[in-house]
């Protein structure tokens, strides 16, 4: 019997690592590629470097790409397309270890760089 209890243990233990160590990441459901996504904490205004940057030519629509180190939580994203438009995204809830997606219907305050 203790070591049916010890092998669930492990099990779970197994199971809860692998959870931890799954990547944050962008889904590009937007109709445009993604060269920039810069994020903010909600209302803050202040954005951060490019965390997109992993992907040299930009995540096409569809395509996925890695965030590392980002915090659970609430942000603003800024998202500058392959063309020099420039558009926003306010208040998208982050976890950690989970996708994360923009459409082009979320977009607001959109202009040409």
């Known amino acids: 019997m203790n070591r049916l209890a010890l092998t ?4 779970f233990g197994a199971a809860a690592a692998a959870a931890a160590e799954k990547p944050t990441q962008f889904w590009n459901l937007t109709s445009q590629t993604v060269v ?3 994020l903010s904490h909600a209302g803050s ?3 951060g470097d490019n965390v ?3 992907d040299a030519d930009g995540v096409d629509h569809d395509e996925r790409v ?5 915090p659970s939580g609430q942000y603003d994203l800024e998202l500058k397309f ?3 438009r420039v558009c926003f995204v306010r208040h998208v809830e982050i976890v950690t270890g989970k996708v994360f997606s923009v459409e082009d219907k979320a977009l607001t305050a959109c202009s040409k760089a």
Do not use: D, P, T
Request: no cysteine; charged share 20%.
């Open 8 to 11: 669930g243990v492990l099990a």
């Open 45 to 47: 205004g202040e954005y």
């Open 66 to 70: 890695r965030i590392v180190g980002l």
């Open 82 to 84: 392959k063309g020099g």
């Open 52 to 54: 997109a940057a992993g």
């Open 36 to 38: 920039s996504l810069r």
